[in-house]
């Protein structure tokens, strides 16, 4: 049965996220934005709290294990809604900034590779840090300085077994977070090497390495044109040994034939998890401007009339109704490919369809945002100029626009990588 | 809870329509063009799938209930087939929703088994107007009061079977408002003119209307007295042909995608080639988010809350949408895409009057 009815509990959770939005994040956002590799603790520690006693964290819902519990185990025929709540509070928070929900304690991509491949061992061992005492980040790392979209194929990281351990070599880029996760707090690194480079894709293999572990380095942070208060590392690994039992999936390389399924596997099923929420993500930056603009020009005396044929439109009315139009189409393939997720359903082109439309929207809505505000909107007295600097990873990262464009076009033409790439 | 998922219920009606747009529909749509006729039978089968005779309750005649979900969805399906087609199978809802959302008791009872219970016969609304401004909240036709009764005078464009409708209900603007009015074919004063020639949809017969001094009693007022909100009018329609352009889109991406993959150049099929391949995926994305926009506003027609905004939306995405993917599926035949016996050509042309054809079904 077709419904839009927004469940009680996702009200609940978005009303939640919009007061810290409002109170903890637009508050601090410039002063963050001029303040790059500045931590937001208080953000990061009212987060933590606050979460451990909801039972979500990040970027894994959460509400699956606590109605288990609750229930008493039991099996009830009440539709998930976890992803779809994630999806809602992933865009409210990035509503507030973008740069500071990358800051969100208790599960980013590093958690969300293993909640997807790990073990319930691993799981236990690696996941339940995020409950403890103090906040903790995790972080993935699969770029490298020669490759990004061609990863996991290029990957020159190198894990080799020495017994019990595993000693990796090599140098990754662009981790998110992944000071906070190996420097600031006890956290993690799900670090993707190969550990047979003649067996290309079939080869690579994530690892948890964790903060502390010696060999592992951060070497340096970025300074970048937007999302400022999230730090965006280099790591370096050099003989950096971590234990056998980190391996997510298995430790051998199938047989060749089956090659590419593995290791890859477990990247694609993280990915399926994580580029609704940039989706998201990106669509709050998009609703915060198209909310901001219409404020702007409200104030001006300039209302927007529903309705009209275009022939009976200003320009600027336009715009906003065509802006309007991407954001609400977009959020609503966003949800759906949530839906889809919660119901155990394969996302796969969905997932990837949501965010090449969300980077292209929140890239054309805070361009066009600018351009029909002049120099109001070119000014850093507002956080519009911020919002049009953010909004542009989101066509980057989880994929760029053209990686995820190819990821529909394989799927729905049914070609293998060697026939469209 | 959200839900992305049509019930069994509408499955099956989905299923029955598809087969009839794909067996029946697109088989005859380029002659249907060329020769600017539809089949009779094509349409009497077309009706005989029960598409609007589901989204009317028993007591008028039908048998379901209101749901433009329901509509939605079979309209979709049915315009993948031809547009035309469906515009010709679905032209009796714009004379029944307008009632059967406005209308008294007595008038829904009175008004809607005759059509309902019938075989297909074009009872139709007149709604649009030959302006390039056209706003169906302000309309240029006007009705006023006169001693009991309503005058009319304007014109309207895009009325489909006009020459051969047993009855009319014309829109018309009353002290500020949108209001309908029955119109019995033979009123005095009524003039059908001369058949319209447009860019595409030629195969659905439509005329342009005058009413000079046409006067109408003032039980033919649809809502009595009172009259009714307009507002929840004009939402359907422009849900109702929003589902079309969805249908459309569909259909473009349908036919190109697997001609990319046999057609090829320097050896290769020109799918693999990413200008082709990334076209593809931005048609399939677009028509899926859009799709979407359509499903919530017709969810809120049903909800009965004021579902202007969405439907609005709704148009103003697919419109978009079945223009973007109608090009290029033209574009990915080539040549050949431009050609008749090819049937992209056609949908390029239905596609950009979308916006333009807000009146012509409604859910
Ligand atoms: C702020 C920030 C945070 C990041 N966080 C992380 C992180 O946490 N973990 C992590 O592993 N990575 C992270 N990344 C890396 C990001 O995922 C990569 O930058 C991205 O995948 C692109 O890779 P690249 O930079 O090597 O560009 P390239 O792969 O060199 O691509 C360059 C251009 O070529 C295009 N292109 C590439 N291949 C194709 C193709 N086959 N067809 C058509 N066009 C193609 C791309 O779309 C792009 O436009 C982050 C990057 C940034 C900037």
């Known amino acids: 049965m077709i419904s839009f009815e927004m469940p009680e509990k996702i009200q609940g959770a978005r009303v939640l996220m919009e007061t810290v939005a409002e109170n903890m994040m637009r508050p601090v956002s410039r002063q963050l934005d001029e303040n790059e590799h500045e931590i937001p603790w208080d953000y990061i520690e009212f987060m933590h709290t606050s979460q451990k006693a909801m039972g979500a964290s990040g970027m894994t819902p959460g509400d699956e294990k606590q109605r288990k519990e609750k229930e008493g185990g039991e099996k009830k025929k009440r539709p998930r809604t976890g992803f779809q709540t994630l999806a809602f509070t992933v865009e409210m928070l990035s509503w507030g900034d973008v740069g500071m929900w990358l800051c969100t304690p208790g599960g980013l991509l590093g958690a969300a590779a293993v909640n997807a491949t790990g073990t319930p061992e691993q799981k236990e061992r690696f996941l339940t840090r995020f409950q403890g005492d103090k906040p903790v980040f995790d972080a993935m790392a699969l770029t490298e300085p020669h490759a990004g979209s061609a990863m996991p194929a290029e990957v020159r990281t190198i894990a080799v077994r020495d017994g019990d351990e595993w000693v990796l070599n090599g140098e990754k880029i662009f981790v998110t977070a992944g000071h906070k996760a190996l420097v600031d707090t006890d956290g993690f690194v799900v670090v993707w090497a190969t550990i047979d480079p003649e067996a290309g894709r079939a080869g690579v293999r994530p690892f948890v390495v964790e903060a502390g572990t010696p060999g592992a380095k951060v070497t340096k942070l970025e300074e970048k044109l937007g999302i400022r208060a999230s730090d965006t590392a280099s790591i370096v690994l050099q003989d950096c040994r971590i234990p056998f039992e980190n391996i997510l999936g298995p430790a051998e390389v199938i047989e060749k034939k089956k090659k590419d399924e593995e290791g890859f596997k477990g990247a694609m099923a993280t990915f399926d998890a994580t580029r609704p929420l940039v989706a998201a993500s990106a669509l709050g930056i998009a609703r915060a401007t198209l909310e901001l603009l219409k404020e702007m020009l409200e104030e001006r005396g300039v209302t927007i009339r529903y309705g009209l044929p275009r022939s009976r439109m200003t320009n600027i009315e336009r715009e906003v109704v065509d802006m309007e139009t991407w954001l609400r189409s977009t959020w609503l393939l966003t949800l759906k490919s949530m839906w889809l997720a919660d119901e155990r359903k394969g996302n796969t082109i969905e997932a990837s369809a949501c965010k090449v439309k969300a980077g292209d929207v929140v890239v054309k809505i805070t361009q066009k945002a600018l351009d029909l505000l002049g120099p109001l909107g070119y000014s850093r007295e507002h956080l519009l100029e911020k919002w049009f600097r953010d909004a542009k990873i989101n066509d980057l990262y989880e994929g760029t626009g053209q990686i995820n464009r190819l990821i529909v076009a394989r799927r729905i033409l049914d070609y293998s990588r060697h026939e469209l790439n | ?363």
């Open chain 2, 1 to 363: 809870m959200y839900s992305f998922e049509p019930n069994d219920e509408q499955k099956m009606l989905i299923d029955a329509v598809t087969r009839y747009a794909e067996n029946d529909l697109r088989p005859s749509a380029r002659e249907a063009e060329e020769s600017g006729e539809l089949p009779g039978n094509l349409i009497k089968k077309g009706w005989e799938l029960g598409v609007l005779q589901a989204s009317v309750p028993e007591e008028y005649g039908g048998f379901g209930e209101h749901s433009a979900v329901t509509g939605v969805l079979a309209a979709e399906a049915m315009a993948w087939g031809d547009l035309a087609g469906t515009l010709a199978v679905m032209a009796p809802s714009t004379y029944v929703m307008p009632i059967l959302i406005g209308g008294t008791q007595e008038q829904k009872e009175k008004l809607i088994a005759p059509v309902i219970e019938a075989e297909w016969k074009p009872y139709v609304g007149a709604y649009i107007e030959p302006n390039y401004d056209f706003y169906p909240l302000e309309m240029r036709t006007k009705a006023v009061r006169k001693n009991g009764s309503y005058v009319i005078n304007g014109e309207k464009t895009f009325v489909p079977f006009a020459n051969a409708a047993p009855s009319l209900l014309v829109f018309a603007d009353l002290e500020g408002t949108t209001q309908a009015f029955v119109v019995p074919a033979d009123a005095e004063g009524l003039t059908v003119g001369e058949r319209e020639k447009w860019l595409g949809v030629n195969a659905l017969p439509t005329y342009s209307l005058k009413f000079d001094d046409l006067e109408v009693p003032a039980e033919n007022r649809i809502g009595g007295d009172e009259g009714f909100d307009p507002a929840a009018i004009f939402a359907s329609a422009n849900t109702a042909i929003a589902s079309m352009a969805i249908g459309v889109s569909q259909a473009a991406l349908d036919y190109a995608l697997p001609y990319a993959k046999e057609r090829e150049v320097w050896g290769v099929p020109i799918a693999q080639k990413q200008s082709i391949a990334f076209m593809l995926a931005e048609m399939a994305i677009e028509i899926e988010s859009n799709r979407l926009l359509v499903w919530e506003a017709a969810w809120k027609l049903d909800q009965g809350n004021d579902a202007a905004r969405e439907a609005y939306l709704a148009l103003n995405g697919t419109s978009d949408t079945a223009m973007m993917t109608t090009d290029r599926a033209v574009q990915i035949l080539g040549g050949y895409g431009y050609i008749r016996e090819y049937p992209v050509e056609l949908w390029m042309r239905n596609g950009r009057g979308i916006a333009a054809f807000a009146g012509l079904a409604m859910v």
